[in-house]
C-alpha cells in the first residue's frame, strides 16, 4: 500500500473518496463502485480499500450500506456488561446459533453509558461486520436513527429497539412482575417493596409499573421505587425501609442483581425468611432453587431470548431484508413458587404464559 502519511496541507480538511482511492493505491472509481456495490473487485483490493476507510477514518453516509457488498462473516454483540449471568447467558446463545451459520461474533461492553455504545457500534461498522445485537442503554436511541445505520441489519434484546426499523425481543416484563407482587399479596402482604437497579432502564420502568397494577388492583398504596446499585447501599436502604414508621413486610427484587444484593442484606442483617420478611423476585439463577429458603421467582426464557435475537438477525441477512417496521416478539416468562414467600410447596410450581410476536408495542401494552 503506497505511504499512508498525509502531508501538512491535507491536514484539518475532511478525508475524501479521492483520499481513499490514493492511499489504497486504486481509482476512485473502484472506490466508489465498491462502495455502492455495483461492481465486484478482487477480495485483496476490496481489502485494501477497506484498510484505507478504516485508517483515514472515512464515513460517508452510504458507508455501512455499501459494506454489505463485502460479507465478513461475523456478527456483533454489544451488552451492557457481561458479569450478570443473563447477558451472559444471553451472549452464549448467540454465539451458538452464529457458529450454527458459520459466523463469528465479536462481543462488546456498553458498560450502560450510551457514548460508549455508540463509539462501539460505529468501530464495528467500520469492521465490515453483517449485523449487530445489541442491549441498548438508556436513552440511547438517537445515534442508531443515523444515516450510517440505515443499511444495517440490528435487532435488539431485553429492551425494545428504538428505532422502529429495527427487530427486537423482550419478555413480558409488566405482566411478569405483577404476578410476582400479586403472589405476596395472596399471602396477606400490605406493604411490599419494590427494589430494583437504575430506574431509567426499560426493564426496571416496565417491571416496577406491573407491581403498581397489582398493589392498585388489590386495594394497596404502592411503595415507591426504591434504587439500590450495590451491596453496600442495600443494606443501608433495607436497615432504613425496615426501622421506618410503616415497613414493608414483603420485598420484590427486579432483577437478579437486586435479589442477590437483598441476599447479602439479610444475611447482614441477620433477618429470617419469611418469618421477618418475605422475598420474590423477577429472574431465576442457578442456585435460586437450594439456597434455604429457596426463592420464589418469575423466569424468563433466557437462553431463548439471545437464541430468537440471533434467529431474527440471520434471517434478515440472509434475505437482505431491511424493512420499514420491524417485529417485537415478547416470550413469555414463569412464575416458580418456592419457599421465600412463605410457600411450603413439595417442588416448584410454575405458572407460564405465550410467545407474542406483534409489529410495534408501547411499552406499557408489552403483555
Known amino acids: 500500500m503506497p505511504n499512508s502519511k498525509r502531508s501538512s496541507k491535507d491536514a484539518g480538511r ?121 442491549i441498548p442503554a438508556p436513552h440511547g436511541d438517537g445515534y442508531l436513527r443515523g444515516s450510517e445505520f440505515s443499511g444495517v441489519h440490528v435487532v435488539t434484546l431485553d429492551r425494545p429497539a428504538p428505532d422502529s426499523r429495527f427487530d427486537s425481543v423482550v419478555v413480558n416484563n409488566r405482566g411478569g412482575a405483577r404476578a410476582g407482587a400479586m403472589h405476596l399479596i395472596e399471602h396477606g402482604h400490605e406493604r411490599i417493596a419494590f427494589v430494583g437497579l437504575n430506574k431509567s ?96 421467582v418469575v423466569r424468563q426464557p433466557v437462553y431463548q431470548v439471545g437464541e430468537m435475537a440471533a434467529n431474527l438477525l440471520f434471517q434478515r441477512i440472509a434475505r437482505g431484508e431491511y424493512p420499514s417496521k420491524g417485529t417485537r416478539v415478547v416470550l413469555p416468562v414463569e412464575l416458580v413458587i418456592r419457599r421465600s414467600c412463605g410457600c411450603h410447596p413439595h417442588g416448584s410450581t410454575i405458572l407460564r404464559g405465550k410467545t407474542q410476536t406483534v409489529e410495534q408495542q408501547v411499552e406499557d401494552q408489552e403483555e
Do not use: W
Open 14 to 134: 475532511n478525508t475524501t473518496m479521492a483520499d481513499v482511492a490514493k492511499l489504497a493505491g486504486v481509482g476512485k472509481m473502484t472506490v466508489s463502485r465498491l462502495l455502492s456495490g455495483s461492481a465486484k473487485v478482487s477480495q485483496e483490493t476490496a481489502d485494501r480499500v477497506q484498510r484505507a476507510i478504516r485508517m483515514l477514518n472515512y464515513q460517508p453516509n452510504e458507508l455501512a450500506r455499501s459494506l454489505r457488498s463485502v460479507h465478513s462473516k461475523t456478527i456483533a454483540l454489544i451488552l451492557p456488561y457481561l458479569y450478570d449471568p443473563f447477558f451472559a447467558t444471553c451472549a452464549h446463545a448467540v454465539s451458538t446459533v452464529a457458529t450454527q451459520h458459520g459466523y463469528s461474533v465479536l462481543i462488546t461492553t456498553s458498560d450502560e453509558k450510551t457514548e460508549v455504545e455508540q463509539m462501539q457500534a460505529s468501530s464495528m461498522l467500520r469492521r465490515r461486520i453483517d449485523g449487530m445485537i445489541i
Open 201 to 296: 432502564l426499560y426493564t426496571m420502568q416496565a417491571r416496577y409499573a406491573g407491581y403498581r397494577d397489582a398493589m392498585v388492583n388489590e386495594g394497596r398504596q404502592p411503595g415507591a421505587y426504591v434504587q439500590c446499585t450495590s451491596e453496600e447501599e442495600t443494606v443501608t436502604t433495607v436497615h432504613s425501609l425496615l426501622t421506618g414508621s410503616k415497613p414493608p413486610t414483603a420485598l420484590f427484587a427486579a432483577n437478579n442483581l437486586t435479589m442477590r444484593y437483598l441476599l447479602h442484606a439479610v444475611n447482614v442483617l441477620r433477618l429470617d425468611v419469611p418469618g421477618q420478611i418475605a422475598l420474590a423476585g423477577f429472574d431465576d439463577f442457578d442456585i435460586a432453587d437450594v439456597l434455604q429458603p429457596s426463592l420464589t
